[in-house]
């Protein structure tokens, strides 16, 4: 690999990438020696022209995302490597092999080592989500890699990164196969079976972070009447029912979304009475349930997006949140997320405490939730974690 330009940092702000911090930021720059282009392969180095790190560089705040430290220049087979080692950890938890479930995430951005890019694992089918250009660009070698250290176990590589790429860069990405072909399938996670269609569904098709997180909901549905809201794929309503669960009522405001809930509880329990589906937004159908439920999972898209949208999100989260808890019936269990990657989890627990007094409930924390061991957290990089989760006890 060539650094196509050099990178140099002001006097004093080489310090968060000596502690590993992955991302320089525009003002941390002093100058650029060579011609810069978004996505190209850059050296960073201090004011007195020491290498410290790789990276690929971009316009906006964060102008390289780092992927190599040191001063040696990351050889060819520098992708493969960092595959190879994705890979071995998704062996070493159990999840590559596990025989319940084929579904996993394989690269998870800084968490593994490479910032920019996501892919998840489909029974033999990689979707691709590109975040920067810079990984996009290398794209080639990355489908290689993956060939190389998948072997057999790749069937086809998806590329779906034309809402994922950042727009200004114009590159008029398409999505489409990299590598073989594969169509819509059914995956299965801890024996629950899931149609997933990484070219038509949300993000790469599934949202695998929640794996845990549903089969934890499972030992609490025994009996229960259940209110699973932003269902998606069904995923906590069909896990309701393998626990046993008494009723269940998913609610997404995408009809599309409900059709696949129906059709995925249909795939699990066919013929079962016991799940009805409902298009509707939440906010309003958290407005009257009365005391109808003991379990409600709330589990929104992520309302913030970027730090500027913070404060209103918690807003949303509050709301939502003293709407559950108002009604949800004596002794029963909250399962509340946010996946915002902005809303720390001192924000989120805040907002829900807040929630909590408004409603007048009293409510005690049994879970602290995150995500799973396929989406792992760089320890340099804290804003990886992004998934939050309380399980409470409402009285
Ligand atoms: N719990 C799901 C993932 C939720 S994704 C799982 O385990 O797979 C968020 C979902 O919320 C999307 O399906 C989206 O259609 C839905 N959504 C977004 N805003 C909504 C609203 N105001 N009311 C109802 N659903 C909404």
């Known amino acids: 690999?060539?650094?196509?330009?050099?990178?140099?940092?002001?006097?004093?702000?080489?310090?968060?990438?000596?502690?590993?911090?992955?991302?320089?930021?525009?003002?941390?720059?002093?100058?650029?020696?060579?011609?810069?282009?978004?996505?190209?392969?850059?050296?960073?180095?201090?004011?007195?022209?020491?290498?410290?790190?790789?990276?690929?560089?971009?316009?906006?705040?964060?102008?390289?995302?780092?992927?190599?430290?040191?001063e040696e220049v990351?050889?060819?087979?520098?992708?493969?490597?960092?595959?190879?080692?994705?890979?071995?950890?998704?062996?070493?938890?159990?999840?590559?092999?596990?025989?319940?479930?084929?579904?996993?995430?394989?690269?998870?951005?800084?968490?593994?080592?490479?910032?920019?890019?996501?892919?998840?694992?489909?029974?033999?089918?990689?979707?691709?989500?590109?975040?920067?250009?810079?990984?996009?660009?290398?794209?080639?070698?990355?489908?290689?890699?993956?060939?190389?250290?998948?072997?057999?176990?790749?069937?086809?590589?998806?590329?779906?990164?034309?809402?994922?790429?950042?727009?200004?860069?114009?590159?008029?990405?398409?999505?489409?196969?990299?590598?073989?072909?594969?169509?819509?399938?059914?995956?299965?996670?801890?024996?629950?079976?899931?149609?997933?269609?990484?070219?038509?569904?949300?993000?790469?098709?599934f949202f695998i972070d929640q794996r845990d997180n549903r089969r934890l909901l499972s030992e609490y549905a025994k009996g229960k009447d259940v209110l699973n809201m932003f269902c998606y794929t069904g995923g906590f309503s069909f896990s309701a029912m393998r626990g046993g669960a008494n009723l269940v009522h998913s609610v997404d405001s995408s009809a599309k979304a409900i059709e696949l809930t129906n059709r995925n509880v249909e795939l699990n329990f066919p013929g079962d009475t016991r799940h009805e589906a409902f298009v509707a937004d939440c906010f309003d159908y958290l407005q009257d349930i009365k005391d109808k439920y003991d379990l409600i999972i709330l589990d929104p898209p992520a309302f913030a997006k970027h730090r500027g949208a913070l404060s209103q999100a918690l807003q949303g989260y509050k709301r939502l949140n003293a709407n559950a808890f108002r009604q949800i019936k004596p002794g029963g269990i909250l399962f509340t997320f946010s996946c915002s990657q902005v809303v720390t989890r001192n924000n989120f627990r805040e907002a829900v405490f807040s929630a909590a007094a408004i409603a007048g409930r009293e409510v005690r924390i049994l879970h602290q939730l995150s995500q799973p061991v396929d989406h792992p957290i760089n320890i340099y990089h804290p804003e990886g974690e992004y998934l939050k989760g309380l399980v409470l006890f409402v009285t």
């Not at 590159?171 to 072909?181: C, M, P, R, T, V």
């Open 74 to 205: 990351p050889a060819d087979s520098f992708w493969k490597h960092r595959i190879e080692q994705a890979y071995e950890l998704r062996q070493k938890t159990g999840l590559a092999d596990a025989t319940d479930t084929n579904v996993f995430r394989l690269i998870h951005g800084e968490g593994d080592g490479m910032p920019g890019l996501i892919a998840d694992y489909y029974n033999g089918t990689v979707v691709l989500q590109f975040h920067t250009v810079g990984m996009w660009l290398v794209r080639e070698a990355i489908v290689q890699a993956l060939r190389d250290v998948l072997g057999k176990k790749l069937v086809a590589v998806y590329d779906k990164s034309a809402k994922t790429l950042p727009f200004k860069a114009d590159i008029q990405a398409k999505d489409g196969y990299l590598f073989g072909k594969s169509s819509a399938g059914e995956v299965i996670e801890y024996g629950n079976k899931f149609k997933v269609d990484w070219e038509e569904g949300q993000k790469t098709g």
């Open 1 to 70: 690999m060539q650094p196509q330009a050099r990178v140099i940092l002001k006097k004093g702000k080489e310090e968060s990438l000596e502690r590993f911090h992955p991302w320089v930021f525009s003002g941390a720059i002093d100058r650029i020696d060579g011609t810069l282009e978004e996505g190209d392969l850059v050296s960073v180095q201090k004011s007195d022209g020491k290498i410290i790190a790789f990276g690929h560089c971009a316009i906006g705040s964060i102008a390289v995302r780092v992927f190599s430290f040191g």
